[in-house]
């Protein structure tokens, strides 16, 4: 399942040829967390505190559980690509799960979003890690995050 995300955000990001713009301040949409033995869908939102600092909220939901993460971003544009930034940072996620104890991780992040000109749509693909801080859970270096937004200013 997350090798079919990454090749549909990599060929979706590659076969884009309008001219893209970067100036929205904040989007609301879907979003995906993907770790291997889970995969959390729910609602996503981003707010741009400036140019380059940004809060990312997720809300997931998955078979008896539950993801809350919060996550802080520095945002920079690629020179000559339009559009298109790189970002990192790193945030909180909770685990909420039924019938066991919730499990607590640190999650550094590094990706890319892409706005389109004309367009109210944002689609961001990132590497999200979970560095587990509680004393159950596993970490899990292979987690990725996926989200489709619509973009208002």
Not at 44 to 69: P, R
Request: charged share 15%; net charge negative.
């Amino acid at each position: 399942m997350k090798k079919l995300v990454f090749v549909f955000a990599l060929a979706f990001l590659c076969t884009l040829t309008t001219k893209a713009q970067t100036s929205y301040t904040g989007a609301v949409g879907l979003g995906v967390d993907l770790y291997d033995s889970a995969t959390f869908f729910g609602p996503s939102g981003k707010y741009f505190f400036s140019d380059k600092h940004v809060g990312q909220a997720h809300l997931g939901f998955e078979d008896n559980a539950t993801i809350i993460t919060a996550l802080y971003s520095f945002h920079k544009e690629f020179v000559g690509a339009d559009g298109l930034r790189w970002y990192a940072g790193v945030g909180p996620s909770v685990i909420l799960l039924d019938g066991a104890d919730n499990i607590f991780a640190l999650r550094p992040h590094a990706g890319l979003d892409f706005k389109i000109d004309g367009v109210p749509i944002v689609v961001n693909f990132d590497w999200r890690p979970a560095l587990v801080l509680s004393d159950n859970g596993d970490g899990e270096a292979g987690a990725f995050g996926f989200g489709l937004m619509y973009a208002f200013n």
